[in-house]
Protein backbone atom coordinates (compact mmCIF):
# COMPACT_ATOMS: atom_id res chain seq x y z
CA UNK A 1 0.00 0.00 0.00
CA UNK A 2 1.07 3.78 -0.69
CA UNK A 3 2.45 5.37 2.08
CA UNK A 4 0.82 8.54 1.48
CA UNK A 5 -2.87 6.64 1.47
CA UNK A 6 -1.75 4.97 4.54
CA UNK A 7 -0.93 8.43 6.34
CA UNK A 8 -4.20 9.93 4.95
CA UNK A 9 -5.75 6.81 6.53
CA UNK A 10 -4.25 7.53 9.95
CA UNK A 11 -5.10 10.99 9.69
CA UNK A 12 -8.85 10.76 8.90
CA UNK A 13 -9.32 8.16 11.89
CA UNK A 14 -7.40 10.51 14.05
CA UNK A 15 -9.46 13.42 12.55
CA UNK A 16 -12.61 11.59 12.65
CA UNK A 17 -12.74 10.15 16.75
CA UNK A 18 -13.09 6.23 15.41
CA UNK A 19 -11.79 3.99 17.38
CA UNK A 20 -10.35 1.35 14.58
CA UNK A 21 -10.13 1.33 10.63
CA UNK A 22 -9.88 -1.74 8.51
CA UNK A 23 -8.79 -1.55 4.85
CA UNK A 24 -8.26 -4.03 2.47
CA UNK A 25 -7.14 -3.37 -0.98
CA UNK A 26 -5.73 -6.39 -2.71
CA UNK A 27 -3.73 -8.74 -0.59
CA UNK A 28 -2.41 -5.58 1.50
CA UNK A 29 -4.98 -5.48 5.10
CA UNK A 30 -4.29 -2.41 7.13
CA UNK A 31 -5.59 -1.99 10.65
CA UNK A 32 -5.27 1.36 12.32
CA UNK A 33 -6.52 1.68 16.22
CA UNK A 34 -6.87 5.04 17.75
CA UNK A 35 -5.76 3.58 21.19
CA UNK A 36 -5.34 7.46 21.96
CA UNK A 37 -9.01 8.46 21.83
CA UNK A 38 -9.66 11.02 24.33
CA UNK A 39 -12.41 12.94 22.23
CA UNK A 40 -14.69 10.48 23.01
CA UNK A 41 -14.26 10.11 26.43
CA UNK A 42 -14.98 14.28 26.58
CA UNK A 43 -18.02 13.67 25.25
CA UNK A 44 -19.64 10.80 26.90
CA UNK A 45 -18.55 12.91 30.03
CA UNK A 46 -20.41 16.01 28.53
CA UNK A 47 -23.54 14.36 26.83
CA UNK A 48 -25.09 13.28 29.80
CA UNK A 49 -24.75 16.25 32.12
CA UNK A 50 -27.30 18.63 29.37
CA UNK A 51 -30.56 16.66 29.42
CA UNK A 52 -30.11 17.77 34.04
CA UNK A 53 -29.32 20.74 33.47
CA UNK A 54 -32.13 21.19 31.15
CA UNK A 55 -34.74 19.89 33.86
CA UNK A 56 -32.94 22.52 36.13
CA UNK A 57 -33.24 25.18 33.65
CA UNK A 58 -37.15 24.05 33.24
CA UNK A 59 -39.28 23.22 36.17
CA UNK A 60 -42.21 23.00 34.78
CA UNK A 61 -41.26 20.43 32.32
CA UNK A 62 -39.68 18.03 34.75
CA UNK A 63 -42.90 16.48 35.94
CA UNK A 64 -43.54 15.40 31.86
CA UNK A 65 -39.92 14.06 31.48
CA UNK A 66 -39.43 12.22 34.72
CA UNK A 67 -43.16 9.85 33.91
CA UNK A 68 -41.32 8.55 30.59
CA UNK A 69 -38.33 7.43 32.65
CA UNK A 70 -39.88 5.94 35.27
CA UNK A 71 -41.67 3.83 32.51
CA UNK A 72 -38.19 2.57 30.86
CA UNK A 73 -36.96 1.90 34.82
CA UNK A 74 -38.35 -1.97 34.25
CA UNK A 75 -36.38 -2.66 31.97
CA UNK A 76 -34.38 -5.65 31.01
CA UNK A 77 -31.17 -5.64 33.28
CA UNK A 78 -27.43 -7.10 32.16
CA UNK A 79 -24.82 -6.23 29.81
CA UNK A 80 -25.43 -3.49 27.65
CA UNK A 81 -23.26 -3.40 24.16
CA UNK A 82 -23.01 0.00 23.14
CA UNK A 83 -22.04 1.74 20.37
CA UNK A 84 -18.40 2.21 19.93
CA UNK A 85 -18.27 4.84 16.87
CA UNK A 86 -21.39 7.45 14.99
CA UNK A 87 -23.03 5.65 12.15
CA UNK A 88 -26.31 4.14 10.58
CA UNK A 89 -27.34 0.84 12.73
CA UNK A 90 -28.32 -2.57 10.68
CA UNK A 91 -29.17 -6.09 12.21
CA UNK A 92 -28.06 -8.24 9.08
CA UNK A 93 -25.12 -7.98 6.25
CA UNK A 94 -27.44 -6.64 3.29
CA UNK A 95 -31.52 -5.91 2.98
CA UNK A 96 -32.28 -9.79 1.57
CA UNK A 97 -30.18 -11.83 4.39
CA UNK A 98 -31.41 -13.00 7.95
CA UNK A 99 -30.44 -10.87 11.30
CA UNK A 100 -27.28 -11.47 12.83
CA UNK A 101 -29.59 -11.74 16.26
CA UNK A 102 -32.99 -12.13 17.47
CA UNK A 103 -34.13 -10.96 20.90
CA UNK A 104 -33.81 -15.00 22.54
CA UNK A 105 -30.60 -15.77 20.59
CA UNK A 106 -27.69 -17.02 22.72
CA UNK A 107 -24.32 -15.10 21.95
CA UNK A 108 -20.70 -15.64 22.59
CA UNK A 109 -17.79 -13.20 23.11
CA UNK A 110 -16.98 -12.33 19.37
CA UNK A 111 -20.15 -13.14 17.69
CA UNK A 112 -21.20 -10.05 14.88
CA UNK A 113 -24.21 -8.49 16.59
CA UNK A 114 -24.36 -6.17 13.75
CA UNK A 115 -23.32 -3.48 11.70
CA UNK A 116 -22.60 -0.10 11.69
CA UNK A 117 -22.03 2.18 9.04
CA UNK A 118 -19.62 5.00 9.41
CA UNK A 119 -17.92 7.00 6.52
CA UNK A 120 -18.75 4.61 3.77
CA UNK A 121 -17.12 1.87 6.22
CA UNK A 122 -19.56 -1.32 7.34
CA UNK A 123 -17.84 -2.15 10.97
CA UNK A 124 -19.01 -5.23 12.55
CA UNK A 125 -19.84 -4.84 16.20
CA UNK A 126 -19.13 -8.28 18.39
CA UNK A 127 -20.57 -9.08 21.49
CA UNK A 128 -17.94 -8.70 24.44
CA UNK A 129 -19.99 -10.90 26.32
CA UNK A 130 -21.45 -14.06 25.98
CA UNK A 131 -25.54 -14.57 27.05
CA UNK A 132 -28.93 -14.27 25.87
CA UNK A 133 -30.17 -11.19 23.42
CA UNK A 134 -32.60 -9.54 25.86
CA UNK A 135 -33.21 -6.49 24.25
CA UNK A 136 -32.61 -4.77 20.91
CA UNK A 137 -32.92 -0.43 21.32
CA UNK A 138 -32.50 0.05 17.92
CA UNK A 139 -34.33 0.09 14.50
CA UNK A 140 -32.73 -1.08 11.22
CA UNK A 141 -31.24 1.74 9.36
CA UNK A 142 -31.15 4.37 12.46
CA UNK A 143 -28.62 6.75 13.18
CA UNK A 144 -26.53 5.78 16.77
CA UNK A 145 -24.30 8.00 18.69
CA UNK A 146 -21.09 7.26 20.37
CA UNK A 147 -21.76 5.39 23.28
CA UNK A 148 -25.55 4.63 22.54
CA UNK A 149 -26.70 1.33 23.66
CA UNK A 150 -27.39 -1.20 21.44
CA UNK A 151 -28.38 -4.56 22.99
CA UNK A 152 -29.11 -5.70 26.19
CA UNK A 153 -27.24 -9.24 27.16
CA UNK A 154 -28.11 -11.15 30.50
Known amino acids: MDL ?17 LEVNEGEDRVRIVNAGSPAPAGQVV ?10 QAAPAAAPTVSAPAAEEAPAETG ?3 RSPMVGTF ?5 P ?7 VGDTVKVGQTLCIIEAMKLLNEIESEQAGVIKQIL ?3 GQGVEFDQ ?6
Open 138 to 140: CEN
Open 149 to 154: PLFIIA
Open 96 to 102: ESPDFVK
Open 46 to 55: YANPAPVQAL
Open 4 to 20: RKLKTLIDLVSESGISE
Open 90 to 94: YRAPN
Open 79 to 81: FVA
